[in-house]
């Protein structure tokens, strides 16, 4: 059985020698009746071979949708049939392309259609196993659909031999969204414009023809798209004739900040569950702007595009590759991404990730959502009292969610801290970006197993309280900092030189958070033992600038506007440290933002 990884390199080079060629394949009114007809044993042959193949991948392709969303090994071998049969069916349409335009009628767009199958496996794949570099593979298939042109003379082709049914435009469409899809996952942002004003313009011959009853909701995705695009532009990075940047912020050798010699570095970030439930934030294609976000945070640039990164890990003056050897080595941790999901959906997933935890594995949980405020104010009960965030109520009808519960009844469709108490029997990182994020504050240490939970800010200033469909602040800090600091000192447009003299000084910073947490004597030990996994280095170091910076800003006023811990740093040595706000407001004056920010040691 082929592997996807082998089976890709073999499928890519054929493409890029340009064995799908233009005279391999036939348009429709090359084809004729009698030709279907007219075949000798051999050619009768082939074509029900391919019959076969193309019938066969079409069961097994559908029957992916039956399969569990979750758990690691039950549907291994199945996308390993998948990937077999597409194998033979894509090789046996190239060997016999002559008999099968000639005799069976095999058009351009259902070769397209077979490439598109196979990028959606690809993009299934990389949401199954995280594994970025899969991403890339179904980029190439999607890619090479757009180059030969395999769904240009769709809509044609179906009007002539079926008017009366727009599925094939329908496919078409689909491609288009899905493609988009994969490009904003690669930062490919110049060709995810093309594509939109594409897929505008496909929509408007779509409707044009058929004027179907889905016309609303094409309209609405292409809305989703365009808003989705314009929110995710926080910051502007331009270079010397004002063309944009485009950054990526996933985790290379030169963002993850080295371990001092003696950091204890056996437990490894294994599980992801990446949660969306905020009511006014863009998405496109069930993501969240905060989910897409910190999905990236969580990953390794893609090897192929290692050489070529740029900026936001630029090799400015001091800046080396740290040593990609060891436990930097490792995959990408596996994640599941839920948007609006049930309570019981959470908790489904959440046991699954907890069971297929390893023994040095720790699960990370991230919680992008609206408060569920809690009904008793004064109380000792921190597991539910409190409330936490809200989980869909799909099953409910609208009013039922709204209406007040009885003092002593919890909120039934909200997470609350003490939903997550018997997930703490494993190393557990949590982050909970929310207006209600103080119930997570206070956790009781039942099992003695290594846990923190960082918190977002509660409240922001009134000049950024309409902005919430951008995305929360806290998650743009644990994303890109320097991006998030631009953006709350009213940055619109900053160029490249200095964006990079900038990012020099963010490393600065880190450097120093990282000496100060590994050596501080008063620190929880829970942050020392998820401190050798980089992943979860770097959201902590984030974290700390965060603090330091909505600290030391002028328009962040008082504890609620800053982000919290549990368990909580050490203020006087790490959070509160003179040097790390120093730090902040050079940074603010190389920006010429100084007047936004208070002097070192002067926060109030």
């Known amino acids: 059985m082929y592997s996807p990884t082998t089976w890709a390199k073999q499928r890519r080079s054929e493409f890029k020698a ?93 070769i397209g259609e077979i490439a598109s199958k196979i990028g959606q496996l690809y993009y299934h ?18 890619s090479a659909i757009r180059m030969r042109g395999y769904y240009s003379k769709a809509s044609k082709e179906e009007r002539v031999s079926v008017p009366c ?125 905060d989910m897409f976000r910190i999905l990236q945070t969580l990953e390794r640039e893609p090897q192929e595009d290692l050489t070529n990164q740029l900026y936001d890990t630029s090799p400015a003056p001091g800046r080396t590759p740290f040593d990609n050897s060891g436990i930097n080595k490792r995959d990408n941790p596996h994640k599941y991404l839920l948007y609006k999901p049930t309570i019981s959906q959470l908790f489904t997933f959440l046991a699954s990730g907890f069971k297929e935890l ?36 799909r099953r409910e009808p609208e009013h039922a969610n709204k209406n007040k519960r009885p003092g002593s009844l919890k909120e039934m469709h909200c997470l609350h801290p003490g939903d997550l108490y018997p997930f703490t029997r494993k190393p557990m990182f949590i982050i909970i970006d929310s207006n209600n994020s103080s119930a997570f504050e206070h956790w009781p240490n039942l099992f003695g197993q290594p846990l923190v939970c960082l918190l977002s800010p509660e409240e922001v200033p009134t ?65 020392v033992q998820f401190f050798g996994d980089d992943f979860l280095r770097v959201l902590l170091l984030r974290y700390i600038f965060c603090y330091v910076a909505l600290r030391m800003h002028k328009g962040f006023r008082g504890p609620k506007y800053y982000p919290m811990s549990h368990p909580t740093m050490p203020k006087d040595e790490i959070l509160e440290n003179q040097q790390l706000q120093k730090n902040v407001v050079e940074l603010a004056a190389i920006l010429e933002v100084r007047s936004l920010f208070h002097d070192a040691m002067e926060a109030d």
């Open 165 to 289: 049914r727009p599925d094939l435009m329908v496919k078409k469409l689909r491609y288009y969204a899905r493609f988009i899809v994969v490009c904003l996952l690669l930062k490919k942002m110049k060709l995810v414009r093309d594509l939109v004003r594409e897929l505008a313009k496909q929509i408007d011959e779509y409707t044009a023809t058929y004027g179907p009853d889905d016309q609303l909701e094409w309209s609405l995705v292409l809305g989703e798209i365009r808003a989705f695009i314009e929110a995710d532009k926080i910051v502007n990075v331009v270079d010397l004739d004002a063309s944009s940047i485009i950054l990526s912020h996933r985790l290379t050798p030169l963002n993850a900040p080295p371990l001092e010699k003696g950091t204890p570095a056996y437990l490894t970030l294994q599980e992801i569950l990446i949660v969306g439930n905020c009511h006014e934030q863009v998405k496109f294609s069930e993501l969240t702007l």
């Open 463 to 527: 000049s950024l309280e309409d902005q919430h469909q951008k995305g929360n602040i806290f998650t743009l800090f644990l994303h890109s900092p320097l991006m998030a600091f631009c953006y709350i000192s009213n940055i619109a447009d900053i160029p490249v030189a200095l964006w990079d003299k900038c990012q020099v000084n963010i490393d600065k910073f880190i450097a120093e958070a990282s000496r100060l947490l590994t050596r501080s004597r008063t620190l929880d030990l829970s942050f």
């Open 125 to 142: 794949y990389y949401l199954r196993t995280s594994e970025t570099n899969y991403l890339n593979e179904s980029f190439a298939f999607y």
């Open 358 to 393: 390893p023994a040095t594995g720790v699960m990370l949980l991230y919680l992008s959502a609206d408060g569920c405020m809690g009904n008793a104010k004064h109380s000792d009960d921190i597991a539910y009292d409190f409330g936490g965030v809200v989980t869909n109520s």
């Open 18 to 110: 340009g064995q799908l060629s233009h005279q391999q394949s036939l348009s429709v009114s090359n084809m004729s009746n009698a030709a279907a007809v007219d075949m000798d044993d051999n050619e009768r042959k082939i074509v029900n071979e391919f019959c076969h193949y193309l019938e066969k991948s079409k069961q097994l392709f559908n029957g992916l949708r039956d399969l569990p969303q979750y758990g690691h090994k039950q549907w291994q071998s199945y996308f390993g049939r998948t990937f077999d049969v597409y194998t033979k069916l894509w090789k046996f349409q190239q060997q016999n392309r002559q008999i099968l335009d000639t005799k069976y009628g095999l058009k351009r767009w259902q």
